[in-house]
């Protein structure tokens, strides 16, 4: 069949061809990510017989890769907006419609993403296509990061990887929990604790690197010049995100080679399902590899028009900056593989779904945010890692009740529900908050509420210390 790969290992000879194929489609998703089994869920199969009936091989081989890049997905309905937000940007709509199109946009292009990084695992073997999977499994939230940052909107970049980090931590684990539950209401549902253990040790670690930052601001006296704290700050950032980065390092060649075991759990319960369809390549290596090109430039396409509309749909909509970037922005990112872990959960695979919402987080903290850093420095951008008081206080608090609600090793319903309201919580917050946009690397209002502290102590008579 034309256009269809078939695996270079997926060969076998008469009696053990069955086996050999399991073999080959179990080892081929060690290389997978639970991002990818996640979105695998939203895909639909092509029928590919019209096609086949094309004379040309040249134009049928394009039809096939058409049929299956493009309209392989349940997304596809979607794909409209991409047009649409390019249409509307050259005649002048207002940009509010451009934002909300370019986001629309943006969701089937990240689970197109996942979807052809997958495919090249099948040529590259399984430890190189993890390692592709796991470096392209957020690359939405790093193209937006990195052209806000060259639009000097280290602010917008600040909220929007927060807000992924949130999204993932309470939003996607708490419906997947809230749904699975209710779902699975008279089963026992158990996950394997050694993955989710993993992965809050670097969240930790990535919270406390933004923790030290911050509280340089607050142990500075009043005598202490702005601009020593501002330094300061700067520097620690910068060092801190290169130790992220080796921890991540370490982290993917835990995942991809001295402790794959841990992360091979969501496999075990298809070992003897037979259900589970044998996959290969539906396309081929180049065409796979230009099609990723070709999306992900689109993706900064689309990107660029939400980084320079966003300020203008926050006074259209009457919503903040921080709510559209915080809140908005990560649930259209990442529709796909979150609507993914959802359906996971209601088939009672816990392991996947916590794979799809602590190995993103992880991902963003652990890779996004520092190399964003260090994209920053190389551009001569001033973005450290003090997320202001408001939005690091979310983020520690949103890892220590979700590493309180996995500690067990169980779940229920209730605590998908708890995770979800925190999240909503934390929403609602940012919806009130009318506040103006801090400053970029926000020590100077810190550093001022401090100053008026010690002012105003001063300035009752009280008896001050030496």
Known sequence: MAGIVTEPW????NGNASMTAKGSSRELRHGRTAHNMSSSSLRKKSDLRVIQKVPYKGLK????????VILGTKLAILFPAIPAAIICTYCGVSQPWIFGLSMLGLTPLAERVSFLTEQLAFYTGPTLG???NATCGNATELIIAILALTNNKVAVVKYSLLGSILSNLLLVLGTSLLCGGIANIRRERRFDRKQAD???????MGLLCHLLPLMFVYVATAETPA???SDMTLTLSRGSSIFMLIGYIAYLVFQLWSHRQLFDAQDQEDEYDDDVEEETAVISFWSGFAWLVGMTLVIALLSEYVVATIETASESWNLSVSFISIILLPIVGNAAEHAGAIIFAFKNKLDISLGVALGSATQIGLFVVPLTIIVAWILGINMDLNFNLLETGSLALSIIITAFTLQDGTSHYMKGLVLLL????????FFVDKLPQKQPNGFHMGLQQINNVVTGITGTGGASST
Not at 10 to 13: F, H, Y
Not at 61 to 68: I, K, P, R, S, V
Not at 422 to 429: D, E, K, N, P, V
């Open 10 to 13: 997926a060969s076998a000879e």
């Open 61 to 68: 081989d394009f039809l096939t890769n058409l049929q299956e």
């Open 130 to 132: 993890g390692l592709l």
């Open 198 to 204: 993993v992965n809050f040790f670097l969240l930790l």
């Open 227 to 229: 601009a020593l704290v």
């Open 422 to 429: 925190c999240y909503f919580i934390i929403a609602f917050c």
